[in-house]
């Protein structure tokens, strides 16, 4: 009876004032979860951003100019855990929100409630971290990995809200990793095995079991901080009998992992884009699967390889150093049947699989970039340069970033049943490729020659890369408000999509019929 009381109580409550707010308050429909993780991930994208606009204009030349050193590190700190944290993760977990359920024939995400709850407590934790901006002291100034004993020494007053934010954003990130594993395991529709589930969804359970994995883990060493803090523990004070090295340590045993949980997913939806404007099924799509579980075990016994400055044995580094290596050969697979899968196909060139072939050539320059820091006596001349910074943007931005505007064109029109502009999305894409390019290669060179990374203030030789680096991070910049107006302007007043979208985008039909129920898209004779 109370639950027949309940329903009508629901029913009624859409019908009030607060229909629109109480729709997205207090939803459990995994697409309207989905779209609000989209939007707060936006807005954490733009804000993010800024920071890093901040950034650059001080360093387009020489010299003091804008902000104090203080900010400055207030910046590269902020910047780094809301793209990290902010931006790119909860992207990925809109995408998961979506796609999943309909990937595998579910009729929602497995346990809706949680799914509403992980949401809500990523704007508390983020309106937290932003707080410590204005706080006495000002927010964290120690760049986003908030090594001790700098953080928990010398950190300002803030440091403790900063650790509860990221707690909270912790504590989302498991709830949304077991909502993804419980949904997969348990709901896919009948006849779908593990092995025909698309590759978005595998790529996805495996980022949901390192997320489990490693979220512990960071919570572990942010409460040891919180007790060095606050509590007279000596966890990482060498004075009291700690030692700073076991917060690398323990860190990176989070960190490292991370890297992989921001890029996992883009591999999987790069695996659903490109087969789609190839016209060819994705080739070795086991090879595929093992691969990405390959790279997710690795990801585990390479931590160190952050740390070989820190005076590791010989065996340490040789160890790391190798097992570091052997992480190319599972990502050397999964680009090898991209290009594969590309090969011979009828290929056309929409904004989606032009996102996608950058993300397959610039992941693999930043894949090269990562081999090079591998190489432990060299890494001693490339530690905390910005070759470093070079590196990791080439994963970050080119990777998880052009991995979700490569979604978002391909999907958009399934979630809104609008198509977007496809001018106005070559040119968001080249403005981003330019940019992208412009702002980060010169770093490589600056880094080689010697610039330390996190300074407000260089030497003169460094000057002419670091003002085409600036004009390029500002063009690209720039570029990301106008995907905004290319969303909004689909979202409002696009063209309807058609029922298949991409079926036939180079003006020929493709009329033969799917080799089975999960494959979006009909496999074509080939045109010669």
Known sequence: ?????????????????????????FTTNHKDIGSMYLIFSLVMFLLGGTMAMVIRAELFQPGLQLVQPEFFNQMTTMHGLIMVFGA???????????????????????LPRMNNWSFWILPAAFGLLVSTLFMDGGAPNFGWTF????????????????IFAVHMAGISSIMGAINVIATILNMRAPGMTLMKMPLFVWTWLITAFLLIAVMPVLAGVLTMMLMDINFGTSFFDAAGGGDPVLFQHVFWFFGHPEVYIMILPAFGAVSEIIPAFARKRLFGYTSMVYAVAAIAFLSFIVWAHHMFTVGLPLAGELFFMYATMLIAVPTGVKVFNWVATMFRGSM???????????????FTIG?????????????FQYHDTYFVVAHFHYVLVPGAIFGIFASVYYWLPK????????????????????GMNLAFFPMH?????????????????????????????FMFGATQVFFVFVVIKTVRSGVPAAAKPWEGA???????????????????????
């Open 1 to 25: 009876m109370s639950a027949v009381i309940d329903t009508h109580h629901d029913e009624h409550e859409h019908h009030g004032p607060a229909k629109g707010f109480s729709r997205w308050l």
């Open 88 to 110: 790119v993760m909860p992207t990925f977990v809109g995408l998961a929100n979506w796609m999943i359920p309909l990937m595998i024939g579910a009729p929602d995400m497995a």
């Open 147 to 162: 090594y001790a004993p700098l953080s928990t020494t010398y950190g300002p007053p803030s440091t403790t809200f900063f």
């Open 348 to 362: 056309t060139f929409e904004t989606p699989m032009l996102f996608s072939i950058a993300f397959v050539i610039l």
């Open 367 to 379: 894949g090269f970039s990562g081999l090079m820091l591998a190489i432990a006596p060299a890494d």
């Open 415 to 434: 979630w809104c049943g609008k198509m977007y502009d496809e001018v106005l999305g070559k040119t968001h894409f080249w403005l981003s490729f330019i």
């Open 445 to 473: 060179f600056l880094g080689l020659a010697g610039m330390p990374r996190r300074i407000p203030d260089y030497a003169l030789q460094f000057a002419e890369f670091n003002l085409v680096s600036s004009v390029g991070a």
């Open 506 to 528: 180079s003006g020929l039909e493709w009329t033969v019929p799917s080799p089975a129920p999960y494959h979006t898209f009909a496999t074509p004779p080939r045109v010669e």
